[in-house]
Nanobody, 125 residues
């Protein structure tokens, strides 16, 4: 049973920083792409960032490029999202997710099959 548990969310002023963590259990994740999604009230869920098994390949949503950094520690089965220069538009519930298949690249959000419960990020202006 795959389990993903996010932490690190909270309330921060615009321009501030937060570091999200996602602890994974239930299998070995070192050969899976991991990702972070977010969903704001009344909006569709969007893919924010992904990282491949080695950490050598990453993807970022255009609106977070240069501000967010995804990383992973395979020894700890944990993926992180460092968020700097936060904006009110970043307010959302952030979820981590794991790709459905090992050693597979990302073609779109539907590639991800297991999700965490999410952590709330609120950025005040």
């Amino acid at each position: 049973q795959v389990q993903l548990v996010e932490s690190g969310g909270g309330l921060v002023q615009a321009g501030g920083s937060l570091r999200l963590s996602c602890a994974a259990s239930g299998r070995t994740f070192s050969n899976y792409v991991m990702g972070w999604f977010r969903q704001a009230p009344g909006k569709d869920r969007e893919l924010v960032a992904t990282i491949n098994w080695s950490g050598g390949t990453t993807y970022y949503l255009d609106s977070v490029k240069g501000r967010f950094t995804i990383s992973r520690d395979n020894a700890k089965n944990t993926v992180y999202l460092q968020m700097n220069s936060l904006k009110p538009a970043d307010t959302a519930v952030y979820h981590c997710a794991v790709h459905r298949r090992p050693w597979a690249v990302v073609t779109g959000p539907v590639d991800f099959g297991s999700w965490g419960q999410g952590t709330q990020v609120t950025v005040s202006s």
